[in-house]
């Protein structure tokens, strides 16, 4: 999950980026009913939030909702027994932050992943057919089929 940290520099950097445009939302009505002044007058790019939804509060909405959506789809291998829940939760948020700023990264591990595990699916399906080739055993013996089991219909 994101960290407060972490959403505290993003809030700062968002702020400092739209200083010199900031309007509060006093300064700045839109025109309602004039089409017109849509298209002729200057729009703001930020705008204060004191009693209507600003600016902020709909980036950081949106923000937040895709990183809670990001973190709930992206499933990690199994980490190994001596890694702590810290370095767990570490890497799925190093995860996240990579998904958020570049989802193709995570679409292109993920297919990787994906590739790997089908050359290794038939590379030892192609070792388990070359050995009970070798090795004349029938369905009902259990120690057949390097410790799997095939069924009447398999063999």
């Given at each position: 999950m994101l960290t407060s940290a972490s959403l505290l520099i993003a809030s700062?950097?968002?702020?400092?980026?739209?200083?010199?445009y900031a309007v509060s939302?006093?300064?700045?009505k839109p025109p309602m009913g004039n089409i017109t002044a849509w298209r002729e007058e200057m729009v703001p790019s930020w705008v204060s939030d004191p009693r209507t939804r600003g600016t902020f509060q709909i980036l950081y909405s949106c923000t937040f909702t895709l990183a809670l959506c990001v973190y709930t789809a992206i499933?990690?291998?199994v980490p190994p027994r001596h890694e702590g829940n810290?370095?767990?939760y570490g890497i799925k948020t190093k995860w996240v932050l990579i998904a958020l700023i570049t989802p193709e990264v995570v679409l292109y591990a993920a297919?990787?992943?994906w590739h790997l595990s089908s050359t290794f699916c038939k590379t030892y399906n192609a070792i388990v057919r070359k050995y009970n080739a070798r090795t004349p055993t029938s369905a009902?013996?259990?120690t057949c089929c390097?410790?799997?089991v095939e069924s009447e219909s398999d063999s």
């Open positions: 700062f950097i968002l702020s400092r980026l739209s200083v010199s939302a006093e300064e700045w499933h990690l291998n810290l370095a767990y297919a990787c992943q009902s013996d259990p390097m410790g799997f």
